[in-house]
Structure formats: C-alpha cells, structure tokens
C-alpha cells in the first residue's frame, strides 16, 4: 500500500473537502502518495486523476462543495465501465481506493472490490441516511443552514400571524426534518418513519389557536410530499392559507460546522488507516463517538433507523 | 405635540424593530409619551394600542419581524375604517403617528392626514421600491441573506458543474435581484427594469460553456416571472436540465445588518423630530447619506428608479 | 410531585434558554406546574420566583444566555443561605428543582437535597468540563463561535503570511482548544491535558516555514496560560513576531446551534421526567447519544476526560 | 494603455478580492491584458508579478483577504526601491497601477507616479479613513463583524447583568466604534472625534443603573486607548468590576457583506476605466451613492470628516 487515491461522489455534502484534506494529510503523515480522483466514477473512468500533496489541500478544510467535483456516471453503471475503472487505477499503480459519497456510491466501491480492488466508503451526505453510523459526513451543517432559515421564517411567521410549511430535503429519511423541528421549536414535524395524519394536523392547529398561538410552523420532509400539497389539504379542511416555502439547494452548501470538520477530518484520517492495515470493501463509520468500520455487504443490508423517542419528545414539547 | 403613536404595516422587514425602538427612545429623549400600535391599521381601528416605555423596546434592535406585529386591514381600506382608526387616535388624545412601511402603508397613511390626523412614514420594506429615497429599512439585510444563500447555491453548482436559477423577491423592483447578482457573482441578472431575452442568456450560457465554465447562476427577480418558466425556456432551446430554488419567505427575516440598524436608527428618530417641528404628511428617507423628507403626495407620484449603470456593470463582469 | 421549579447558575451557556423551554413545556405536557427561579441561587435566597407558562418560553430557543438570569451568591455558601434557599422552595409549595449549570452549580444543587430537598442538575457549560457526559450544553456552540473567528483570522493571517495565537476558553479542560483546533486546521493546539514544550512548537513552525508555509495559527487553552506569554517565548526563541487575539466572551453567548438546541431539549424534559420519577441528587448527560443519569457524589468525584486520540490525529493532520 | 497591473497593500481588508476580480474581468470585458503584482510594493520590487485571467479570478468574490498577498517594504520607502519598483513595471511592459489598500498605500502610487509610472487608488481598508471617499471596501463587512460579536456579548452581559468595555479597531478614526455602538444599541461610545470624559461616561453607568439597568456595554475606539484603561479608570470612581473584551483580528477577515462586495466590484471596474481615459495619480472614491475619483494630493491632504450628528444621535437614543 504506497499509492492512495480519493473521490468524492453523489450529492455534495459539506465537510467532503475537509474528509478529502484529512486522507491526503494522512497519507502524508505515513509516507503514502495519494491522487485526487477528479468528477467521480466519470473522472475514474476517465483517467481524471493528479497527484495531490499538502498544498492541495490547503485552506479547504472550510469550505463547502467538493474541490474534487461530483458527477453521475451512466458508464460506470455497466460491467464495462467498471472494468475500466480498475484498469485506470491499475495504470496509475494506485493500490486503494477511498470513495466518500452515499450509499449509491459504496454500491459502486463494492463493485470494484468486487474485481479486486481494495475501496473502504466514507459516508458523506446530507441526509444521515446511511445504516450503520449514527451521523454522516454534512448532515450537521445541513441541520443548521435549515435551523437558521426556519429561524428567520420565524420572524416573519411571527410578525404576520400566519403557519408556514416549509418542505427540507433529506430523500426517505427524516433526520434532518425531524432534527430540525425539535431544534427550531416547530409546531408539527411530517416525516416518513412516523406515521401522520391530515386530521391530526389540523387538531394541532386548531389546539394552538385556541391557546391565542397565531402563527405555526411546520416542517415537511420532502419523503412525506410537497409542502405545497399539505397546504392544500390545510386549506380545504379549515379554509386557511398557509405560506409554503421549499428551501431546496441551500441546504447543500456553506461551510462545514466544527461537528462536520472534526467528524470528516476522523473519517478521512480513518480511511487511510484502514487500507494500511489491509483492509477493504468496508465503510468507515461513527458510532457511540467512535470511529468503527463495517463490512459494506453487513452494512448496505440495514436500514438506517431513527431515533423515535426524539419524534415523541418533539410532540410533547410542542404541544 | 405630546403624545406620539407608532405602527408597523405591510410586509415585514428586518430593522422594523430598530426603527420603532428609535423612534420610542427619541421621544423619550424629547420628553414626549409614545404609544405602540399593534397589528397596524386593523389594530388601530380595533384600539390595539398601548404606551411604550425604554423597557418596551430593551433588546430588540437586532430582532427580525416586527414586536408590534402586522396586518392586512380590508376595513382600513373603507372610509368609514378610516374614520374609526382617527377616533381611536383622538381618543388616546395622540398627537401624531408614525407609519413604518411600504407604499401602500403611506398611501394609508395619508388617509389619516386628509382626516386631520398627522402622520409621518418611515420607508420599511425589503423590496427596495420607495421613491425619493436610496435605501428602505430591510433591503440591506435581505441582500445579505440573498448573497448568502446564493453563495451556499454556488457550493454545489461548483461541486457539480450544473446551472442553477434563482428567484429572489422585489415585486415590480429588481434592486435586490440586481445588487445580489453583481455581490455574488452570478452569471446573468434578469430584472424588470431591463429587457430580456432568452436567445441572449443562452447565448452567454454557451459563451460560458466553450470557455470551459461548466456551472451558471441565473438570478431571477419574481417580476419578471417564475424561474420555473426561464429553466423550461432553457430546456427548450438547449436540452439542459437546469435546477431551480425559489428563495422565498427567509429574504424576510433574520437579524438587521449594521447598515439597516443604522438607517432604521435614523429614521425613526428623525420621524418623531419631524413631528415635533410640526410637519406632516411626509416620508422620511435617505439621500446621499442624508436623512431628507418629502411630502407624500410629491413622493408616491414618482417611480422609484433602478441605477441601470449598474446592470451595464454586471454584464459586463460576467462575460 | 405537582410544582417544580428551574433555575440557571453559573457562567451563561447558549442553549439554557432552550433546556428551561424544554423543562416548562414537558412540565406542561404532564400536567404539571413549574416555577422560574431568577438570578440563580441569589435570586432562590431572595424569593425571585414566578410561575412560568408555555407563553413564558415562547420564542427563546434560538437566544443566547438566560432569560432566568444568572448570579453569583456568596451566601448561598453558608449554611443559613441553603437553609433559607429550602424555606422558599417549601414556602412556594414546590417540589423538586432543576438547576442548570456547571459543577459548581450542581455542589449547590447537592447541598439542597442533603437538606432534604429533591434537585436534579443538566449540565449547561461552554467549557466541556462536566464529568460522566460526553456534551455539555453551549460547548458545540462555542466551539462553532471560535471556529468562525479563527476562519476569519486565517483570512488575515494568510494575506500578511503571519503567525497568529489565539487564545480560547475552557477552564482547566482543553476540549473547545482542542476540538477547534482540529475543526480550524490549526496548527498547533496547546491543551492542559497534553505536555507542550516550546520547543516543539519553535519547531513545528520552522517546519512549516521550510516547506513555504509562512503563516500559522496557534491555538492556546486558556488553562495552559497566556497567549500573549507564547508569543513572548516564541519571539525570544525566534526573533518572530506573532500577533495575538484573546477572544474573550464573544464566546459565551450567540444562538445555539441545533445541536446544543436538541441537547437542551433532550436534557431540560429528562429532568422533569426524573423528578416525576421520584429521582433526586442526579445529574443528567448524554452518553454515546443516549440521554442517561448519575448520581451527583459518583459524578462529581470523576475526571473529565479528554479523549487523546483526537489530540494525536490533530498533530498528524497539520505536519 | 494595453497591460495593467493590480496590487493589495497595507491592512488587508474584505473585498480586496471583489476587487481585484472587477479590475480583472473589466479589463478582460475591454481587451486588456492584466497582472496581479503579489505580496504588495515588495512583491513589485522583487518582480513577483503573473498574468491574471478570467480564471485567476474564479470562486474568489465571497472570499475575506488578499489572494495577491500584502506585505510591509522598508525597501519600497526609499528611493532607490521605486526605482526598482518602476523598472519591474517597466519590464513587463506594463501601462498603469491599481493599487488597492489605504493611504499609506496611496502615497507608494503617488512616488511611482512622480516617476511617471500612471497609478490609481482603490481604498481598501476596515477603519474607513480614507478623506474624500464615504466608504473604503471593508468597512461594512468589519462592521457588520463587530455588531455581532456585540450582539453575542450583549447575551452574557444581560444574563450576568454587568458591564462590558469592547475595544475595536478604526486606527485614528470613530467610525467602526460609532456606527457599531449605534447599530449595536450600545450605551456609551468613545471616539477619538468626540470629548470623553470619565465622569460622563460614570454618570452615564449610574443613570442606567438607578433606572434597573443592570447591564451596559461600552465601544471603545482604539484610537481613544486601551479598553482596560476604561474599566480601571471605572473602577477607580465607581468600584465596579466590568468586563473587557478586544476584538483583535476577527475584524479584518469574514466574506464580504453585499455592500462591500457592490463597492469592491464598482472600485475595482471604475480604476480600470480610468487608466483607459489616460487618467493617473487619482484615487476612486464613493460620494452619494456614485463612483467619482480625486486627484491623489487634492485627497491626501484633506482629513477623513466623520459626521458628528450620529454621534448626538447615538447618545440621545441611549439614555
């Protein structure tokens, strides 16, 4: 194990360029050289890859998006492509591959451990959806980019006397809207690992009024439907218009949180570790705050699961 | 001129509260009781009115919204509203009133002067659309969230070499769409105060492109229309997909900037001296750095007018 | 158990408002009646306290410092201000108290129940130093706080190609030095739980120096001294120059982040529940993400501990 | 006038980057070459000087600092270093000089212009003192910097009910320290512009005081002194502990807020258009909201006015 490389992959996640200067510094720290994969599997393919020392590496660390780039890649889909994936690696005498990205992009790594080259996945995604670690590479900047916009809707929400459903990303998880909810104090939290019902809903409202609570926030994950939809089924229960805000590609962005850059910096350091200890086909993950790994065939079988107490405490707190 | 009375109407606006907590320390500072009026001109009519001391407004001058609250008002609209709204005054035995809004709020306040009642109007509003006046309370904070929002966009249409089109708020105005586009860098500014057309942004898209740019920001102001309907044009003529983020209600709050505390500071004050010189039916605003008046009538007969020298500029720093 | 009450001690943390929200409203959700205490234990001798409702908690979960005030009490140290401290908690017919704050505040806590009356601490400290949790509430947000400032200072120290040393909180624990530093890139930590020689340090700058590294930021714990006093070691080994910033108590304050929000949330409804369990003498933490309870004798006779490793993964990421 | 060059020099400042990349992409938008002169006058003199594209400059408007690096010269104080100096420019065959910075910056152009050497000014400073101009690029940004970090202390200081003393940077000039003490609602502000007198500001303290106000923050220009000399000379009158807090170097970096980022880019655009109509020995300036130049000795021997009416105005609104 003398020459690494890293790519980043899937939707960009803040905190991905301070998990790539943390395997590049480490690779350092032990005498490895490591190459930047540039634009994914595509780049992979592609043979878009370059050498990568300290000074590549230099005041990333904050900021937000991937310095390595991120694309789709139908080719890397097929068999085809994947063999000429190995092949780019075998040409460039790397001997292991880290790939921070989602689990789209560990079922990718699988596939070249599958012809023989060793890969170890670090998962970096908003959405806190991957099985196995308690938190993913950006979910915490992504929760507070949401807090802070919810914060400031608030404002207005409050100024105005009106509900206001706001829709946040997080594809079937609920961790971000649910996170977000209890943090911001939302009234009503939607999310797809609790069951919710329109009636409810309502009650809610309703209850919150008669208490003299004019305004009302709620928060929609986007696995749930459009906000745009419940505000419809608002208003034809009880007649009421509601503002419906999508907060959409802010909550990609931004520099990383000290949570994301210390989590990103232990998982990348750690996935270097790792392939010099000569393991692969595994995911570096946080659990108990501990940096653990898992095999990617045991860890890609689990759901990730929620944390349902958290949903429970958030009604009682918004009653 | 004893008894003074503020109120905040029409959309909120970041520096509202800076504004009324000036105006209520002014008066004091005067000698002069000051009365807060709650959820504008509907609560006016309903008597919604109570004295304000320096304890009324201890720690709010870096709080978005608006501690007085706002609202629509229908019955305002009505003579015999109106004629309700100047008893309430007279009733509280208040001297004058001060109107922290947009245009329709002056239009309102107006009303009460053609009723005797003198009133004074102080510029609040993100949009940026008064006349006579440079900069309304709230346009500087909600250009920052703006420039913020598309900087976090930035992250990720780097990351994944996309186009992006926003739409940000300023009704008929594109002050905001303008000044955010030329502040973050974006590729095209399209605004209601200057022709557009879509052969020409493809036109800078493809220039883009062959010279090796592989991401674009397109900021829209919603008078121009959706930015939904510019990304299906862009599909249309080019077969690019193009992602979309309305901005929506977040351009409203957050805690006011230095510059709209300061404006905010300024104008209520200078509200509440011009009621004492006697003056009424005018507006403050700001000219060259000056806190300046204008009568209302002289006011709201202009167009506010958009420094297209500045469009020029950003055109031509986004080649 | 029908009336508790809360109160906060201690240094002010972000994310105490949020607990004493959540301990009124989880109070609230069981029917129960809960009491603010104001100005801490000063304000408990003193009979400072008030019936709180859920409109007594509307619209502070995002706000720095404590809506209940927080004080100093010499008295309270004797005998006879405890035993007054119990005579207003009986007088106002209240059975149990929360006290949120540090491990001062919870020597107090222990003195009322040694007295006979129940209390139960959340830890509520930006310094990390509580034994037996793994997070304190505020330490994310003032690790967040200082993480911007030394971004913001790495601008300026990258322009001028200087050395910088900053100073941080944290008592005699170095994890706000330690974690921000990592989180920073930083390249030197100097924490009280790990050995510094100035001689190490000397070095590590004329490394980077020879690599063409000309600036660098030093991160100083505020228990290992002074900053001022390393920049007087380093000059004299050195002849360099170096600039200093104490950041102070900019670090206390600003709005929680969302991880101290559902921290807050988590603890301030777990204290209400142990109380209504019939638990007393305990505090309560968070233990690999689980909310979780000790007895204050065990607790408080532990260590804090700092976990080394990541002291050790910092010094190999910024050789 | 075919090739021009660009400098940063002095304190750097946000919005030296905005403005480097206006200078750059106008150039670009009317056929010029243009180079970036690195590490200010001595950079020049060493000849460290590359040609800047429209790539140079990508991705660097949001960013604080210098990319082109500032530097101190003693060499460039003397004679024989302009000569030196005007020789590189001559070499590379460069027609003009924007140097970015303050006025000790300016006065380096103007010896190149009495050199013959065409050069025009673009201010770039946090302390605003620049004569002739409203604004220098960076100002609002350093502001807005220091409004938050008060508003974070105003948290603590509320909690604790005390008194805080925060120095802040603005060399000679009140203008940081006034517009942050009106914008931050501070009770005192100190400025080198107006009389202070210890036994004002004691009154000022105690007539807080004897109203319930238990907390007062006080700005302090470090042009007035020390903030510890305040607090010592308080507590020498009135016995009171306050708190004192520098705000140090945070001040110069952070992105640039909208505003400076507008200014930069107008700056930097206006420099290159004025080289182009054969103008030198200017510097650009910002007067009413419009971009004018003046030339460099007319300037430089005026002083910066700072407007004393928001100093009356400040005072009264803090009663």
Redesign the interface.
């Known amino acids: 194990m003398k020459r690494l490389a890293v790519l980043?992959s899937g939707g960009?996640a803040?905190g991905m360029n301070a998990a790539v200067?943390?395997a590049v510094?480490?690779a350092?720290?032990h005498g490895l050289q490591i190459f930047g994969v540039y634009?994914g599997y595509d780049g992979l393919i592609r043979g878009d890859i370059k050498e990568m020392t300290?000074?590549s590496v230099g005041?990333i660390?904050?900021?937000?998006?991937?310095t390595l780039?991120?694309?789709r890649s139908e080719e890397f889909r097929t068999e085809a492509g994947q063999q000429k994936a190995v092949e780019q690696l075998n040409q460039h005498e790397i001997d292991g591959l880290i790939v921070i990205g989602g689990d789209g992009s560990f079922r990718g790594a699988q596939k070249l451990t599958e012809k023989g080259f060793p890969t170890i996945g670090v998962p970096g995604t908003i959405d806190n959806d991957i099985p196995c670690t308690?938190f993913t590479i950006g979910f915490?900047t992504a929760?507070?980019?949401?807090?802070e916009?919810i914060?400031?809707?608030?404002?207005?929400?409050?100024?105005?006397?009106r509900t206001?459903i706001i829709e946040v990303m997080g594809r079937d998880a609920g961790d971000l809207a649910l996170?977000?909810g209890?943090?911001?104090?939302a009234e009503t939290v939607i999310i797809p690992e609790a069951d919710h019902d329109i009636n409810d809903i309502v009650e809610r409202l309703h209850a919150g009024s008669s208490?003299?609570k004019k305004h009302s926030i709620i928060i929609v994950a986007e696995g749930c439907g459009s906000a745009a939809s419940f505000a419809d089924q608002i208003k034809e229960k009880t007649g009421w218009e509601t503002?419906?805000?999508?907060?959409?590609?802010?909550q990609?962005?931004?520099?990383p949180?000290?949570?994301d850059?210390?989590l990103a910096?232990?998982m990348g350091?750690a996935a270097v570790d790792l392939l010099l200890e000569g393991k692969k086909d595994r995911m570096v993950a946080i659990?108990?705050?501990q940096i653990v790994d898992f095999d990617f065939n045991e860890a890609l079988q689990q759901r990730h699961e929620l944390?349902l107490s958290?949903y429970d405490?958030a009604r009682?707190?918004?009653?």
Chains 1, 2, 3, 4 share one sequence.
């Open positions: 980043t960009d803040p200067r943390a510094r480490r350092a720290f634009h300290l000074g005041d660390i904050h900021r937000g998006g991937t780039y991120t694309a308690d915490d929760l507070n980019t949401i807090v916009a914060d400031k809707i608030r404002d207005t929400a409050t100024s105005h006397e206001y996170w977000a209890l943090a911001a104090g208490r003299g503002r419906v805000t999508v907060l959409g590609h802010i990609r962005g931004g520099s949180t000290a949570f850059r210390m910096s232990r350091a659990q108990n705050n944390d958290i405490l009682s707190l918004s009653i």
